[in-house]
């Protein structure tokens, strides 16, 4: 049986900063980890493109490349993983079937509402307790939400797919880039339901870094890179 290994990057020093800043709503605390490679970039200063390439191996696993600020709720979540992938190359939690490219370049927005796919939990803002953001219907996408994506890890990298580190915003448009690549290479994306708690409610405000990789991804749209 193939291992599964669970990704984060994080700005925190250590896992008692993470959990001090997040409290129980955060990757640390996620249930049934017993037997999963937990693999945590602390004081990460790298853009997660950069980081999460380095975890695409020649290797028979299941890789899961998550935020610091998720938390995994259900259980079941390595079984239901491994389920997911016998019908998709990559999997996730939420995104959209169809999407029409232009600013601002965030999937919710590209895609129409009926496109979306997936749920997601979110907390309160009053942190106590938490709500469920349902998208739509579990399916097959054109984009996944960067929040939780998992593979076969050996499959992604036979692919020869990657994450394009040219990207002049660390955090932000790695997860769009990254689906429209695979379906370039005929990898298909899709969502099944996990229960998993984001401790953030999105993008608040577009930042300079934010415009800089829109416009990067808006020229890679320009010059045909993804075959769309």
């Known amino acids: 049986m193939s291992k599964t290994v669970?990704?984060?990057?994080?700005?925190?020093?250590?896992?008692a900063e993470l959990e001090n800043k997040y409290?129980?709503?955060?990757?640390?605390?996620?249930?049934n980890l017993d037997g999963v490679c937990v693999e945590g970039i602390y004081s990460n200063r790298q853009s997660l493109s950069k980081v999460y390439n380095t975890f695409i191996k020649d290797e028979n696993s299941i890789t899961v490349f998550i935020h610091?600020?998720?938390?995994?709720?259900?259980?079941?979540?390595?079984?239901k993983l491994k389920t997911a992938l016998d019908k998709y190359d990559v999997v996730g939690l939420a995104g959209g079937s169809e999407a029409k490219i232009n600013a601002p370049c965030l999937w919710h927005i590209m895609c129409p509402p009926h496109t979306h796919r997936?749920?997601?939990s979110h907390v309160?803002?009053?942190?106590?307790?938490?709500?469920?953001?349902?998208?739509?219907?579990?399916g097959r996408v054109l984009m996944l939400d960067g929040l939780f994506l998992a593979f076969n890890t050996k499959k992604l990298f036979?692919?020869?797919?990657?994450?394009?580190?040219?990207?002049?915003?660390?955090?932000h448009f790695?997860?769009?880039?990254?689906?429209?690549t695979c379906n370039s290479k005929k990898l298909k994306l899709?969502?099944?339901?996990?229960?998993v708690v984001h401790n953030s409610h999105g993008l608040r405000k577009f930042t300079d870094e934010w415009q800089s990789g829109q416009a990067w991804f808006m020229q890679k749209v320009t010059d045909g890179k993804y075959n769309i």
Request: hydrophobic share 25%.
């Open 124 to 138: 309160n803002d009053d942190r106590k307790g938490t709500f469920v953001t349902n998208f739509g219907k579990q």
């Open 174 to 180: 790695y997860d769009i880039d990254f689906s429209l």
């Open 190 to 195: 899709g969502t099944t339901y996990i229960d």
């Open 158 to 171: 036979d692919s020869g797919v990657k994450f394009d580190e040219s990207c002049p915003a660390g955090y």
């Open 118 to 120: 997936g749920c997601v």
């Open 6 to 15: 669970l990704v984060f990057a994080s700005q925190s020093e250590n896992s």
């Open 68 to 79: 610091d600020d998720a938390y995994i709720r259900d259980p079941d979540w390595t079984e």
């Open 23 to 31: 409290g129980k709503y955060c990757v640390t605390k996620s249930l």
